[in-house]
């Protein structure tokens, strides 16, 4: 009758292992609270001989800390849901709010180059160089043929340097606007996992969450 007990529980609480290869079974069990809504909670995710040593929620996900991996999900993300990180690459877990430095440093180069290259062409355009160097054909002192190529080539290029440098002054303005606003968006909290020669992965989560799971991870990981 025991036997018979303990299957009805496994069958019960515990998912089908057919569709997560590698898996533990001895370590899958019933999600509790913190991962019920959720698809995924740690356990299942586990490789053989794993284990779950910390856990905490995270926004609508959760992020955990195993004998083997830093393991964090969040089904509401835009891109990747599941990240995974070998421990000893691990160097620090935190709560991190301001942002993604990289995209700003990347809208404040695209905004100095584009501000440049709008003052350029409107110098050039302000000069009127091509008129200067466009010569009347049918003055007195018009200069020979190979003279007058030489002048309406100068002048042409002018007047394409000019647009190039209006058209891609005005891109590169609108880039940095765009990344300015990508910037601000990931000023949200964020749970981040330090990686050693890698980039950081930044995980959105509210202040509150973020600032647990950033102490019980790091506790987890100095055990």
């Not at 490789?47 to 004998?67: C, K, N, Q």
Request: charged residues 20%; proline residues 5%.
């Amino acid at each position: 009758m025991d036997a018979d007990a303990g299957s009805d529980t496994r069958s019960a609480g515990a998912p089908s292992t057919s569709d997560g290869g590698g898996i533990d079974p001895g370590s899958v069990g019933a999600p509790d609270p913190v991962d019920a809504s959720t698809d995924y909670y740690p356990e299942r995710l586990c490789y053989d001989g794993e284990r779950v040593v910390e856990r905490a929620p995270l926004g609508a996900g959760w992020a955990a800390v195993t004998t083997h991996r830093v393991l964090a999900y969040d089904p509401a993300a835009d891109g990747r849901r599941f990240e995974a990180v070998d421990r000893p690459n691990v160097s620090d877990v935190r709560v991190d709010a301001d942002g993604d430095r990289q995209l700003l440093g990347w809208g404040a180069r695209a905004a100095v180059y584009g501000v440049a290259g709008l003052g350029g062409g409107a110098a050039l355009q302000a000069m009127d160089l091509q008129s200067t160097l466009s010569v009347d054909a049918s003055a007195g002192a018009a200069p020979v043929g190979s003279v007058l190529a030489v002048t309406d080539a100068l002048a042409a290029a002018l007047a394409l340097l000019t647009t190039v440098l209006l058209v891609g002054g005005v891109a590169l303005v609108v880039g940095a606007l765009a990344l300015l606003a990508r910037y601000l968006r990931t000023r949200n909290p964020a749970l981040v996992v330090d990686r050693f020669g890698d980039d950081p992965v930044r995980l959105s989560a509210p202040r509150g969450d973020g600032e647990r799971a950033a102490r019980a991870l790091s506790a987890a990981l100095e055990r």
